[in-house]
Each structure stands twice: as structure tokens, then as C-alpha cells.
């Protein structure tokens, strides 16, 4: 057994759901939910985000439109879709026994 | 002084240091091939196109007005490369390796006669490896091309030493467009490993 990659093994696990779950809370940049993502150390490198956005996409979870901005080009701003917002209800509820049972493991 | 040339990337217009071109040239090369059985390759190619150049943006002044090769290895630290994000990236891991794009040819260390490349080539194919020597015994009787095939093989592809890579290697049953993607990624490794 490695830690390193066992560690690994659980990000990786995890990383749709902080996906979604950062822009559950409103139509979100790339480049933010990047940042938000790497202060949370779940991702290291950002190259990691692009496939799974777009993955996730395809899947119908998430939809995007494109803003004019300040800086440059439009920019993409992703949002959950209806459907992305009952897996992610899904994936709360999942969270959370997932935190309980762990913990009820642990405490014995 | 140096040579520069004008790129576009997502978008923006920006002078580039030939040097650093060939190194960001290189890069994107190096990210189509890993995307290259995605779905959305292109846009998930576009998206970190954009998102270079943001980074490109945010380091250029009015008085720094080229990227450099210090500014594209910047931008490839931050974004990582391919071997990265497969670590990192989500249970994609999973979906990829019995996806058909994903699969890549590797020397097989484990079943080896020589160099392992018809070991190799019958494991990506789902092939009994004999059948792969005995095309390359009878190209080598008629005449001796099957060895020079066989050197250039053995440089272009590589031996796989983790698990992973030997997972990699097995790959579906054999279909037509297994074949097809097969041989242009192949060609595509191979034209890449030549001019390194």
C-alpha cells in the first residue's frame, strides 16, 4: 500500500462533487472555480478541471453561456442544469452517510 | 536578439520567441494526443487555450510585450501535463482504459523474446504474440525489411514499466476503429519520437 496514492485515490473520488458543488452556488468562471478548487488543495495542476467540466457537460449536468468581458475574449460561465442539481442532491446525501459511517467506524 | 512569431491563442494575438514556440507548440501536440479518444477533444483543447493565454496576458506589460520560453514554462506548470491530470483527474482514469482512444502501445517486458515489441503489439491487438513474430519472421525471410521495421519499432515505442502503462497496453478487442485510431496514433508517436 502507498499513501500517496491512496490519498490520491480519495481526491480523485471526490473531485466531481466539489466540481459541482462550487458552482452550485451561482454561474462560475473556469478560472474561479480553479482557484477555489486549488486553495481547497483538492486539484494541483489546472489542466485537470478542463476534461472533467467538459465531461460533466456532456453528461448534461452542466450547461454554460458565453460573457462578454473587460478583459478579452468572452468568457464561459458554467451552471448546473436541472438535472445537475438533483445528482448533486444525490451526492450531498451520499456525502453525508459516507462522513457518518466513517465516523461511526472510527468512534468505535 | 532573438527571432519571434505571431500566434493566435484563444483569441489574442501575441508575440512568441521562436524558442518558446517550439516548446508551447510541442506542449499542445502533447495534450491533443492524450485527449485525442475524449468525446469533446477540441473543446476541451480550446478551453485550455484560453486559459493559456489568460496566464500569457497576466504577465505581459506595456514594457514585456513577448512571451518567452520562462512564460510557457510557467503556463505548462500551472496547467500540468497530461501525465498529471491522468493522476489527479477524477475516476476518467477508470472510464479511459476501456475506452478505445485510451489504449497505447508499450513493449511488453513480460512476455519478451527480444525487445518485447511483438509481445507488445499482440497485447494492444488481443493477438497471441506468435502471430505478430511469425508476420515479422516472414518479413525478415523475404527479404530482411521485418528487422529495420522492427528497430524503428523498438525506438519508437515504449517499454511499459508501471502497472498502469501495462494496463494501458491490453486494450479492447479488436475493431475497425480500434485499428484506425491505432495506426494514426502510432504514426503520430512515431513522427513525434523522431524529431526529439
Redesign the interface.
Known amino acids: 500500500m502507498d499513501l500517496v496514492n491512496t490519498k490520491?485515490q480519495m481526491?480523485?473520488?471526490i473531485?466531481?462533487y466539489c466540481i459541482l458543488s462550487v458552482i452550485s452556488r451561482g454561474s462560475s468562471y473556469?478560472?474561479d472555480i480553479i482557484n477555489e478548487l486549488k486553495k481547497a488543495e483538492v486539484?494541483?495542476?489546472?489542466?485537470?478541471l478542463?476534461?472533467?467540466?467538459?465531461?460533466l457537460k456532456?453528461s448534461g449536468l452542466l450547461s454554460y453561456r458565453w460573457e462578454e468581458s473587460q478583459?478579452?475574449?468572452p468568457?464561459?460561465y458554467y451552471e448546473l442544469t436541472a438535472k445537475g442539481r438533483n445528482y448533486l442532491a444525490d451526492l450531498d446525501r451520499s456525502w453525508d452517510e459516507l462522513v457518518e459511517s466513517v465516523s461511526m467506524l472510527r468512534a468505535k | 536578439m532573438k527571432i519571434t512569431v505571431s500566434i493566435n491563442l484563444?483569441?489574442?494575438a501575441f508575440n512568441i520567441d521562436e524558442d518558446a514556440y517550439g516548446e508551447l507548440k510541442r506542449y499542445l501536440r502533447e495534450?491533443e494526443l492524450h485527449?485525442a479518444g475524449?468525446?469533446?477533444s477540441s473543446?476541451?483543447l480550446s478551453?485550455?487555450e484560453?486559459?493559456m493565454?489568460?496566464l500569457f496576458?497576466a504577465r505581459l506589460s506595456a514594457y514585456r510585450q513577448v512571451i518567452t520560453m520562462e512564460d510557457v514554462r510557467y503556463a505548462v506548470s500551472?496547467?500540468?501535463?497530461?501525465e498529471?491530470?491522468s493522476?489527479?483527474?477524477?475516476?476518467?482514469?477508470k472510464q479511459r482504459d476501456s475506452s478505445s482512444g485510451y489504449h497505447r502501445m508499450y513493449r511488453d517486458p513480460d512476455r519478451r523474446i527480444i525487445g518485447g515489441v511483438c509481445a507488445g503489439i499482440g497485447a494492444y491487438w488481443s493477438l497471441d504474440p506468435w502471430i505478430v513474430r511469425i508476420i515479422f519472421i516472414a518479413l525478415i525471410l523475404a527479404g530482411g525489411l521485418g528487422i529495420i521495421i522492427y528497430l524503428i519499432l523498438y525506438v519508437a515505442i515504449p517499454e511499459a514499466r508501471t502497472t498502469s502503462q501495462k494496463i494501458e497496453m491490453k486494450g479492447d478487442p479488436v475493431n475497425i476503429k480500434n485499428i484506425t485510431d491505432a495506426v494514426r496514433d502510432e504514426f503520430d508517436r512515431v513522427r513525434k519520437n523522431m524529431k526529439l
Open positions: 490520491a481526491r480523485k473520488g473531485l466531481e473556469s478560472s486539484i494541483v495542476v489546472e489542466g485537470t478542463y476534461p472533467l467540466l467538459t465531461r456532456n478583459q478579452g475574449p468568457r464561459k | 484563444g483569441g489574442y495534450l485527449f475524449e468525446e469533446s473543446e476541451i478551453d485550455i484560453a486559459r493565454s489568460e496576458r500551472v496547467l500540468g501535463r497530461p498529471d491530470f493522476e489527479e483527474g477524477s475516476n476518467s482514469g
